[in-house]
């Protein structure tokens, strides 16, 4: 029984893991910017107004630079202030490479 469900673990999260190895898409990170960030931070140069007094996804972008590793630890975490959509390691990696892609 306690085999069966190592097993079974291992195989629901055999591909989170593998992908998480992998760059992120920054096309979907943009699609989940969009719809989980954009009601406080301006996500892209096109957006126009935004609630909160927050950095904008541009702004980030600079000051992170190539630094994605904690970007990635930030968003792995959120801060009480932030909302947590509940990101899995994928949905980070494609907004990390989004967010990445605005510099
Ligand atoms: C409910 C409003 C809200 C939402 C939604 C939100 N944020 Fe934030 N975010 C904030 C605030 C406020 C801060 C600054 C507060 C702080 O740093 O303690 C912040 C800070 C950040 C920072 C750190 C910026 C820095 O100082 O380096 C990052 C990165 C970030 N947010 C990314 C995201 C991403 C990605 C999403 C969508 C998954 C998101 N945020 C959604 C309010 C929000």
Known sequence: ???L???LLCVLFAPAAVHAQMKGDPATGRVIAERWCSACHLVSPRQTSA???VLTFMAIAAKTGSD???LEAFLA???PLMADPGLTRRDIGDL???IASLR
Do not use: E, F, G, T
């Open 1 to 3: 029984m306690q085999r």
């Open 5 to 7: 469900a190592v097993v």
């Open 51 to 53: 609630s909160a007094d």
């Open 68 to 70: 994605l590793k904690s």
């Open 77 to 79: 975490d959120p801060h």
């Open 96 to 98: 990390v490479a989004y």
